[in-house]
């Protein structure tokens, strides 16, 4: 499989080449050239396959021989050893409960196979890598986590200071070897916009081999298909159409959902569930694309004002909105809601949820008022509330305890470097 820029001004590469540069050198994000339908045999299998074999089968059209299928098999095996639950609160609400790795969010699947590939990749050319990445919160932690002690690779964290929680924090500035975190005087976005300069100077990337951690790396998108697969693939009820609620800052999760649809994945609604940086639905709404500074909530992975899978995600709709829109409902929740949608969870069916989890059933819980048609939603349970205790005895007056892979290094001193909010900043760093 070949992949192309989404600004279509540089040549198709292959996996290995876009995984290792991560940004496409024109600016753009690599997607597949094209995405071809699993034959209908795999469908009727993928219920009683196990979820290593299916991320295998989902995987292997975009690998092509570039990876031996043994090989493929093992990396995947080692990286997808985490459960992925289908929770069932009501007969026609499901939470797909994607916290149960290291760093109990989502971002495990994705950070955790893209070091294992870009690792199998780095090795085959020789040499040092450096893994940059921005993060409003988890990608960090999740990243850092698959990296940890891969050999060859550098691992540097830019964070915006003072706006992720305590915990988050502890789980990236903790680990030393080869993670780094620099803590940026600035918001989410400027640390998104910092990584974007590094890869587009040219003295920086002659100097050093640097690729992101960050969504727009292909190998990270690549495996949040697979949970789609096993999602669907555990439902009892067959005939009842299948919406899937995704709780969404960056739109990586979302635009990897669309890719398992073309893939051919019976899905007939994805729901675009954001807090109030809401761009997004407010492109489905309105037509247009206005990104903003964000700002700061209790879904605080959501904080993104100005998505880069955008860009992926309008071209796989080959920018039609109206396509879009037939396939892609948006929501937007408030904190006041979004702790009501906890309270109210938490009194219905006795679950916690985490606030990106909350605002995921609320907006499906409003799709299904606002549609006549029956429907089923699969939810994308995309932290563990353990992460988010406070929002959590907030809205509900639970105490949970701190899960283990949380609480073990808050004990750890931190340690990180405060960057000035400049690319010069960041530069002198990275060659240093
Ligand atoms: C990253 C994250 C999101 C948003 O996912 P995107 O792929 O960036 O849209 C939602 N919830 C949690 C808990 C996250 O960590």
Redesign the pocket.
């Known amino acids: 499989m070949k992949f192309r820029s989404t600004n279509r001004k540089c040549d198709e590469v292959r996996l290995c080449d876009a995984v290792l540069q991560g940004l496409a050198p024109d600016g753009g994000l690599y997607v597949p050239v094209s995405i071809p339908t699993l034959p209908p045999h795999f469908f009727t299998r993928m219920r009683s396959m196990k979820f290593p074999e299916t991320a295998v089968e989902v995987m292997l059209p975009f690998v092509g021989n570039e990876i031996p299928e043994p090989e493929l098999a093992r990396i995947l095996l080692d990286a997808l050893t985490i459960p992925v639950p289908l929770v069932t609160l009501s007969p026609r609400l499901h939470v797909l409960e994607l916290?149960h790795g290291p760093t109990l969010?989502?971002?495990d699947f994705g950070a955790r196979t893209m070091a294992r590939l870009l690792s199998y990749f780095a090795g085959k050319r020789g040499g040092e890598f450096t893994v940059l990445v921005a993060t409003?919160?988890?990608?960090g932690s999740?990243v850092a986590q698959g990296f940890l002690g891969v050999p060859g690779v550098r691992v540097t964290i830019l964070y915006p200071a003072g706006r992720v929680s305590a915990a988050q924090e502890k789980q990236f500035t903790t680990l030393g070897k080869n993670i780094t975190a620099l803590e940026v005087a600035g918001a989410f976005d400027d640390c998104q916009r910092l990584l974007k300069q590094a890869f587009a100077d040219a003295e920086l990337t002659e100097r050093i081999r640097l690729t992101t951690g960050n969504?727009i790396n292909i190998a990270r998108l690549l495996p949040?298909m697979f949970y789609y697969f096993s999602g669907v693939a555990k439902l009892k009820d067959r005939g009842t159409p299948v919406a899937v609620s995704?709780?969404?800052?960056?739109?990586?999760?979302?635009?990897a959902g669309v890719m398992a649809k073309h893939l051919g994945l019976p899905v007939a609604q994805f729901i675009a569930a954001t807090n109030v940086n809401d761009v997004v639905p407010e492109y489905l709404r309105s037509g247009s694309f206005r990104p903003r500074p964000s700002q700061p909530t209790l879904?605080s992975?959501?904080d993104?004002g100005n998505?880069s899978?955008f860009a992926r995600l309008t071209d796989l709709y080959q920018n039609d909105l109206s396509a879009m829109r037939r396939e892609i409902w948006g929501c937007t929740a408030t904190d006041d809601e979004t702790l009501q949608a906890m309270k109210s969870v938490h009194e219905r069916f006795g679950y916690l949820t985490?606030p990106?989890?909350a605002v995921g059933i609320l907006a499906f819980e409003r799709f299904l008022k606002q549609r006549n048609a029956p429907s089923q939603g699969i939810v994308l349970g995309?932290?563990h509330p353990g992460?988010f205790r406070d929002a959590v005895a907030r809205a509900t007056g639970v105490s949970i305890p701190l899960p283990e892979p949380l609480a073990a290094p808050l004990a750890l001193p931190k340690q990180s470097i405060a960057l000035p909010n400049t690319f010069e900043a960041l530069k002198q760093f990275l060659l240093g």
Do not use: R
């Not at 995704?246 to 635009?255: A, E, I, K």
């Open positions: 916290f969010a989502f971002k409003s919160g988890d990608t999740a969504s949040q995704v709780p969404s800052g960056n739109f990586g999760n979302l635009t879904s992975a959501m993104v998505p899978n985490d990106h989890t995309t932290a992460k």
